[in-house]
């Protein structure tokens, strides 16, 4: 099916499934541990054995020697796969790390050797038996370093008008930097795999991965074989957040470990693996300033920001939503990755966003101080329904002052301090702040495969559920398209077998995956008019009524089944528009007048995202976002050893990360929109929208409570308690 033009009124407006609250599908298996994840599939393969990785100790330079005598005489054990013992493995285009093999060590952390044995007690001890020595290289590791030695912010990938002249001009600028931490995913499944490869033919592999179709493509480049010949199985997914979308150590350690014994391998990365092998948030440095007239419209932006990555990776884009999100004539922006020896960085939820919008919509809230307007009326102020680079694109359904008045009135923004530091209960300073949301609504081409057996429809697609509901989604839009009740529709994800869906990330996946089992069901309507010699049907109640004909779908076939599939395909015509989501988020907190100790106290969103496939779900994954962005302002931040190039607090120790007991009230109100642009389901991603201002809000509401401004993420107390208010009564 082509989506080639927005779409006028359809069933979707008039629904009786989509876009009303079911309780998730799978929850019951997942609250009673029946839901098969990637590393308790015991029952898919027997005789599994257990694979332990062993690590580099050094960031950069090369492996002299490994002897792994002692480690193949210890008991248990079946195999030890050391990477001298291979060429450096092909790398993925999705892949900018080196996975294993060869001498090289690219980073700390990196795969150098597995040891298979009967258990995983078995393995690790076996694994602490290698001898291993280096001859270490030197490498740069210190972002603020090379930040200072940086020349320039490389060639801007936007510069409209004149931005010299306007902030020459300017009755009021601002010029601030800014800096945000590296950051890990955290999620709760770590990276996991078990591979059977035993007879070197077919390998098959159960995974916890986001993007099916990515990783075995991935796979066969990586060991050089056809994709043909490899099947992926990934129908749970315990946590992604973007650290899961490509392939990574513990599927290819456990496919040689397979390889090796002629048995099926398990492998799961462990914690600090998880933090300096897997991918990770780059941390950045950004400068912003903004240029207005004494009216408050803004007439300028600038903004530059740097990032680190390995060599060829494209690092954390922050300045992406400075260029659309608001109005204002005159923009030059330009990102920088720096070439580093730190892991890997790549996308984290909201890539990009999460980090830009925590430095712009501090920098908006300074700059409506400067201008002695309210930062709500400020933004409002400088909305745009286009994009101000290209004016001659027009955004599709840009609801943003919406969200900002009626998050407003529902938080009581009215009522907040109106002077900084001026409001106390007890030992807390009491603060409250606000911030604009924007990310991007992008759509990918994405199919499914649809059965009807005796009045039953079996959904297939390689979609996968990272916690985020697809099950349900999926089982609503293939309910509502062909008049059935959703238990009369089963959803099968994750599996190679099934046709190659969207996929999991970039809040493209519900909008994408949905759209896609719309045309699957579209070509099973169409085959079931055929038969009934019809040129179009209702199908209603679980019933098809074409003319004289009314009939119940488990008797269209006399039994047999019958099999459609189709893929949505989005047209061209989106590239002349510009479609995103949008949100305002407002905060609540006390700061600890004595010890700088910030508490959340409150917390809402107000999202504008198309329709809302399922308001429990999606408010699943706002508050999702929300509780992520809280982490990140006050206590989610890797520390660089900038000496010996690695993340120190690299385990759930000392890495902090937010959980429910730091929050207590969250709300989250959708407005009632949708997007005809978007998708035949006139729906657009909300996951990633949830975390995209959230740590300015908080920093803003931090402000508010002290007087003290704080431009570096994570907020912690140590970058306050010397400038707090006096305590004096």
């Known amino acids: 099916m082509d989506f080639n033009q927005s779409t006028e009124d359809n069933l979707f407006d008039h629904a009786r499934v989509i876009g009303k609250p079911h309780a998730r599908i799978d929850g019951l298996l997942k609250v009673t541990g029946r839901a098969p994840y990637a590393y308790e599939r015991h029952d898919v393969a027997a005789n599994q054995l257990v694979g332990y990785p062993v690590c580099a100790t050094i960031a950069r330079g090369k492996i002299t020697h490994m002897d792994a005598s002692a480690a193949r005489a210890a008991p248990g054990v079946a195999a030890v796969i050391t990477t001298l013992e291979l060429e450096p493995l092909a790398r993925a285009d999705s892949n900018v790390a080196h996975l294993f093999g060869g001498a090289t060590v690219e980073h700390y952390h990196q795969a150098i050797a597995v040891v298979v044995a009967d258990t995983l007690e078995q393995a690790r001890g076996a694994a602490s038996l290698i001898e291993v020595r280096y001859e270490e290289a030197k490498g740069v590791f210190d972002l603020e370093d090379a930040w200072t030695r940086l020349q320039s912010t490389g060639e801007p990938v936007a510069n409209v008008g004149d931005v010299d002249a306007a902030f020459a001009a300017a009755p009021v600028t601002l010029d601030e930097t800014y800096r945000t931490a590296s950051q ?83 492998v799961a990365l462990p914690r600090p693996m998880i933090f300096n092998n897997a991918t990770h948030r780059s941390g950045t440095i950004q400068r912003l300033r903004i240029a207005a007239g004494s009216d408050g419209k803004i007439t300028a932006f600038e903004h530059a920001a740097v990032s680190h990555t390995l060599l060829g990776g494209s690092g954390e884009d922050a300045v992406n939503q400075t260029r659309c999100f608001y109005a204002g004539e005159n923009r030059r922006v330009a990102h920088h990755p720096i070439d580093m020896g730190l892991p890997e960085s790549a996308d984290m939820r909201a ?43 027009p955004f599709t359904e840009r609801h943003f002052v919406e969200c900002l008045r009626k998050g407003a009135d529902n938080f009581g923004w009215a009522e907040r301090n109106l002077k900084p530091g001026g409001r106390r209960e007890g030992q807390w300073l009491i603060g409250h702040g606000m911030a604009g949301a924007y990310r991007g609504a992008p759509t990918m081409t994405s199919g499914a495969r649809v059965r009807l057996q005796n009045g039953r429809l079996i959904v297939e697609t390689d979609m996968t559920d990272i916690g985020t509901g697809s099950y349900t989604i999926l089982t609503q839009t293939a309910a509502e398209t062909m008049g059935m009740e959703m238990q009369d529709v089963e959803v099968r994800l994750g599996n190679s077998a099934y046709p190659t869906s969207s996929g999991s990330g970039g809040q493209f996946g519900a909008t994408s995956a949905t759209a896609g089992v719309y045309a699957a069901c579209v070509a099973l309507q169409q085959q079931i008019a055929k038969r009934l010699n019809v040129d179009e049907a209702r199908f209603e109640k679980g019933r098809v009524v074409a003319g004289q004909t009314d009939m119940a779908l488990a008797d269209i076939a006399d039994g047999e089944e019958i099999v459609a599939e189709d893929s949505i395909n989005f047209g061209d015509f989106k590239d002349e528009l510009e479609i995103g989501t949008f949100g305002a988020h407002f905060v609540e907190v006390a700061v600890n007048a004595y010890t700088g100790e910030t508490r959340v106290r409150r917390m809402l969103a107000v999202c504008d ?78 996951g990633e929208l949830g975390i995209c201002g959230v740590a300015a809000a908080i920093g803003n509401a931090i402000y508010n409570a002290t007087g003290i401004r704080i431009r570096e993420y994570p907020m912690t107390l140590d970058r306050m308690i010397d400038q707090l208010p006096s305590t004096e009564r």
């Open 184 to 266: 890990s995913h955290a999620m709760m499944e770590p990276h996991a795999s078990i591979v059977d490869w035993s007879d070197g033919g077919q390998m098959t592999v159960w995974t916890s991965n986001q993007m099916i179709q990515w990783t075995r493509q991935a796979l066969a480049t990586t060991f050089d074989i056809d994709a043909g010949r490899i099947r992926l199985e990934s129908p749970y997914v315990g946590g992604g957040f973007g650290g899961k979308l490509w392939l990574r150590a513990d599927a290819v350690l456990a496919a040689f470990g397979s390889r090796e014994t002629g048995r099926p391998v398990k």
């Open 351 to 393: 890539p990009g966003e999460a980090s830009g919008l925590a430095v712009l919509e501090i920098a908006m809230d300074e700059m409506a101080e400067k201008l002695g307007m309210d930062p709500v009326a400020f933004r409002i102020l400088n909305d745009t329904q286009v994009n101000p680079e290209e004016p001659s694109k």
């Open 609 to 686: 995202a198309g329709r809302i496939l399922n308001p429990i779900t999606a408010r699943s994954q706002v508050i999702g976002g929300m509780t992520m962005g809280v982490g990140a302002a006050l206590t989610e931040g890797m520390s660089v050893d900038t000496e010996r190039g690695f993340f120190v607090n690299h385990d759930l120790a000392g890495y902090e990360v937010a959980v429910h007991a730091d929050i207590p009230e969250q709300e989250v109100i959708f407005l009632d929109t949708t997007d005809a642009a978007s998708s035949p389901l006139k729906a657009k991603g909300v």
